[in-house]
């Protein structure tokens, strides 16, 4: 499944919380501070064995982003706000949330309409895929070491979904013009209001193409993708929260590899002859490296999560390799 990426809250909650987390009752009437709220949805949570993967990695972290959603507070709360009551409006909504979220399967950020991507907020709806690409981690870095800041002018963001890759890239090269291509028109829709948001409407493309498509001869420094990669198998035994976002930007065939082979086989006519190429295949890993036995794929690992991302450079040549 696509990595995940750690969200702002979950070491502090743990700190905040552990030491003295509230009884758990079913008195909900009682419940009345942003500690005991967090802690009861918790409780339903675990009880209801709902699939945790979109942004959070278990019941409290989910828990705790639902509830602060809900009140529209930051995740970075102190020990005094924790223990503050909760207005019998905001408790009712939170109810709401808590509901639907154990009735539909829906994740949170679906819910909310909000997901955090490299420390910055997104609107997402069921149009798109929940943001959690650990390749924030390397937007945030600025792709260091793999290229030098001052080189890129250009950045082309594959599948972009909900434009929050583009939309980071953009923000962590303040130089660089950015195409977002995305073969889905309502996937760009959320991305059009993302970019509107985040106030790059003026440097962020938003093209419709099947991958290099639209693109012409246009050449990039950085080429960044998180494409559909499960495999049919794997869709077949997706959690009920995986089914609510669109298939078309999961499924990749028998081997989860039909979209990857298309970018290599077209990225080098794209690529500066300084630039890198940045893909997320996920669990990908093994039968990549199996179909292109001789490219040198370097695979990334990160502090916050997240695996199966590799960089190739301008250099490699594919065609050493049989793609068929």
């Given at each position: 499944?696509?990595?995940?990426?750690?969200?702002?809250?979950?070491?502090?909650?743990?700190?905040?919380?552990?030491?003295?987390?509230?009884?758990?009752?079913?008195?909900?009437?009682?419940?009345?501070?942003?500690?005991?709220?967090?802690?009861?949805?918790?409780?339903?949570?675990?009880?209801?064995?709902?699939?945790?993967?979109?942004?959070?990695?278990?019941?409290?972290?989910?828990?705790?982003?639902?509830?602060?959603?809900?009140?529209?507070?930051?995740?970075?709360?102190?020990?005094?706000?924790?223990?503050?009551?909760?207005?019998?409006?905001?408790?009712?909504?939170?109810?709401?949330?808590?509901?639907?979220?154990?009735?539909?399967?829906?994740?949170?950020?679906?819910?909310?309409?909000?997901?955090?991507?490299?420390?910055?907020?997104?609107y997402v709806d069921e149009r798109v895929l929940v943001p959690r690409s650990p390749i924030a981690e390397l937007i945030r870095d600025g792709f260091s070491p793999w290229i030098k800041a001052p080189e890129v002018t250009r950045i082309l963001d594959l599948g972009t979904g909900s434009g929050c890759i583009a939309i980071a890239c953009a923000l962590a090269f303040p130089a660089a013009v950015v195409d977002a291509t995305d073969i889905s028109p309502d996937?760009?829709?959320?991305?059009?209001?993302?970019?509107?948001?985040?106030?790059?409407?003026?440097?962020?493309?938003?093209?419709?193409?099947?991958?290099?498509?639209?693109?012409?001869?246009?050449?990039?420094?950085?080429?960044?993708?998180?494409?559909?990669?499960?495999?049919?198998?794997?869709?077949?035994?997706?959690?009920?929260?995986?089914?609510?976002?669109?298939?078309?930007?999961?499924?990749?065939?028998?081997?989860?590899?039909?979209?990857?082979?298309?970018?290599?086989?077209?990225?080098?006519?794209?690529?500066?002859?300084?630039?890198?190429?940045?893909?997320?295949?996920?669990?990908?890993?093994?039968?990549?490296?199996?179909?292109?036995?001789?490219?040198?794929?370097?695979?990334?690992?990160?502090?916050?999560?997240?695996?199966?991302?590799?960089?190739?450079?301008?250099?490699?040549?594919?065609?050493?390799?049989?793609?068929?």
């Amino acid at each position: 499944m696509p990595g995940l990426f750690n969200i702002a809250y979950p070491a502090l909650f743990r700190q905040g919380m552990m030491s003295g987390l509230s009884k758990y009752n079913s008195d909900l009437k009682i419940l009345t501070t942003l500690r005991q709220l967090i802690d009861r949805t918790e409780q339903q949570f675990i009880a209801s064995d709902l699939f945790f993967g979109h942004g959070a990695e278990n019941a409290l972290d989910e828990a705790a982003y639902l509830v602060l959603g809900a009140l529209d507070l930051p995740f970075d709360v102190s020990p005094d706000q924790l223990n503050g009551k909760v207005s019998a409006t905001g408790q009712k909504r939170i109810r709401k949330l808590v509901d639907e979220r154990i009735s539909s399967r829906k994740p949170a950020a679906y819910l909310l309409n909000k997901a955090w991507f490299a420390g910055l907020p997104f609107y997402v709806d069921e149009r798109v895929l929940v943001p959690r690409s650990p390749i924030a981690e390397l937007i945030r870095d600025g792709f260091s070491p793999w290229i030098k800041a001052p080189e890129v002018t250009r950045i082309l963001d594959l599948g972009t979904g909900s434009g929050c890759i583009a939309i980071a890239c953009a923000l962590a090269f303040p130089a660089a013009v950015v195409d977002a291509t995305d073969i889905s028109p309502d996937a760009l829709e959320v991305a059009r209001i993302n970019c509107g948001r985040h106030d790059l409407g003026q440097r962020v493309n938003l093209v419709e193409a099947d991958l290099f498509s639209a693109l012409g001869d246009s050449r990039y420094d950085i080429i960044v993708c998180n494409p559909p990669y499960v495999t049919e198998g794997e869709m077949a035994a997706l959690p009920a929260e995986y089914r609510h976002e669109p298939s078309l930007a999961l499924a990749a065939g028998a081997t989860g590899l039909d979209v990857v082979d298309r970018i290599l086989l077209n990225t080098h006519r794209h690529l500066t002859p300084h630039g890198i190429l940045v893909v997320e295949v996920g669990n990908g890993r093994s039968a990549l490296e199996v179909k292109y036995p001789s490219t040198p794929f370097t695979w990334l690992d990160f502090e916050h999560g997240g695996e199966g991302v590799f960089v190739i450079t301008s250099e490699v040549d594919l065609s050493a390799d049989d793609a068929d």
